[in-house]
């Protein structure tokens, strides 16, 4: 990497070597997700290797791409993969990416993870809509520390998972053929699964569903004044009675299915509000 380039932000870089890089839409996509790339039209790759200050995802169904192009009219850019903080990153280090499309102008953050099943209503290889969240992370976070314009951002706050743009995915979900229930989010630090003793604790606490990621990049987008729009893929349901183990493979397999899915109503919502 050239010293000039350390001394630039990611999204600096990007202006620099991409000039016709103009987002619209910034989309996160979790385990086994990568594949939406495909839907992007006209696209250009850019491993995370490249982008100045960029992690590199260590996990596997996180490539570690940020993919240029279009949805329809509308242009996107799309994260393969995220960096979760028991990976080693600092949260500064794994909200970098995403903190570039936010300084880059998106006017819509859509994320999306694979999750444990808390609430016995959803079944494996359902899309949940996240409509609230338990940080068991514990981070603080710190909006100035990420993007230039953070202090400025600070007063306009609003609702973490914009209502506006659930109540809009559940309509194209519904035009789809689909049910497009929400819930709430509960985000542990991992990389462990859970316990049933815990699958117990956070069903009493009111999660419905359970994973290591997204609630940092929620909140970052949030304080920034950018609304978001998230999703769970559900790839497992929890039943501490008659406990089970969980395998990374299970939980690609179980996003893949589901992909088509999201995919659909991600396109359809760019597709009519942009």
């Not at 006017?107 to 209503?121: H, K, M, T, W």
């Not at 359902?126 to 953070?150: E, K, M, R, T, Y």
């Not at 996003?255 to 760019?270: E, R, Y």
């Amino acid at each position: 990497m050239l010293d000039q380039e350390k001394q630039i932000s990611p999204a600096q870089w990007l202006k620099a070597n991409y000039p016709e890089c103009s987002p619209k839409v910034g989309i996160v996509l979790g385990s086994g997700l990568g594949d939406f790339a495909d839907s992007i039209a006209n696209p250009t790759t850019i491993p995370f290797q490249r982008i100045p200050s960029f992690p590199n995802p260590r996990v596997a169904g996180h490539s570690g791409n940020l993919v240029l192009g279009q949805l329809g009219s509308t242009q996107v850019a799309a994260l393969q993969g995220r960096c979760h903080l028991y990976e080693g990153w600092s949260l500064e280090q794994s909200l970098a990416p995403l903190n570039a499309l936010i300084e880059l102008g998106v006017e819509l953050v859509i994320l999306s993870n694979a999750a444990g099943g808390i609430n016995p209503r959803f079944q494996s290889g359902q899309v949940v809509a996240i409509d609230s969240h338990i940080d068991w992370l514990f981070q603080s976070l710190n909006p100035p520390n990420l993007h230039p314009l953070g202090a400025s951002f600070l007063g306009r706050t609003h609702k973490t998972y914009d209502p506006a743009w659930l109540s809009r995915a559940q309509k194209a979900a519904s035009e789809l053929g689909y049910s497009l229930a929400s819930g709430t989010y509960l985000a542990t630090l991992g990389p462990n699964y859970e316990t049933r003793a815990e699958y117990r604790a956070f069903a009493r606490m009111g999660a419905d569903m359970v994973g290591m990621s997204t609630v940092p990049e929620a909140l970052l987008a949030m304080r920034l004044g950018v609304p978001v729009l998230a999703f769970s893929i559900v790839t497992n349901v929890a039943n501490p009675d008659a406990p089970t183990t969980t395998q990374h493979t299970e939980v690609l397999e179980w996003s893949n299915k589901a992909k088509t899915i999201l995919q659909g109503m991600i396109v359809s919502l760019i597709r009519k509000h942009f």
